[in-house]
Nanobody, 130 residues
Framework: EVQLVESGGGLVQAGGSLRLSCAAS????????IGWFRQAPGKEREGVSC????????YYLDSVKGRFTISSDNAKNTVYLQMNSLKPEDTAVYYC???????????????????????WGQGTQVTVSS
């Protein structure tokens, strides 16, 4: 059974940091792209970052570049999102997702598209206070 389990969310003051974890199981980890998405109340779900677990290439939403870093520990089937210099506008439920580029296609522009991903975690709440 495919499972993605997020952890690490919480409440943090603006300027603080959190590290989110996504533990994956039930599929061939190295074959998949793992993405982080977020959704604030009343807003569309947006792609935040993505990593190719096969070659380590990474992609970021413009608004988080320089603040967030995605990484993968393939031995643990776990992807992390280190979030620094957090802002109130980062407040959202954060989801990890897995997508198989063999079916979604290789196009870089699609790496942060919801449609690219096949499996989703339950989400973890990140709240940044001002």
């Amino acid at each position: 059974e495919v499972q993605l389990v997020e952890s690490g969310g919480g409440l943090v003051q603006a300027g603080g940091s959190l590290r989110l974890s996504c533990a994956a199981s039930g599929f061939t980890f190295d074959d998949y792209d793992i993405g982080w998405f977020r959704q604030a109340p009343g807003k569309e779900r947006e792609g935040v970052s993505c990593i190719s677990t096969s070659d380590g290439s990474t992609y970021y939403l413009d608004s988080v570049k320089g603040r967030f870093t995605i990484s993968s520990d393939n031995a643990k089937n776990t992807v992390y999102l280190q979030m620094n210099s957090l802002k109130p506008e980062d407040t959202a439920v954060y989801y990890c997702a897995a997508g198989d580029p063999a079916t979604s296609g290789p196009w870089i522009v699609k790496k942060l598209w919801v449609e690219t991903y096949d499996y989703w975690g339950q989400g973890t709440q990140v709240t940044v206070s001002s």
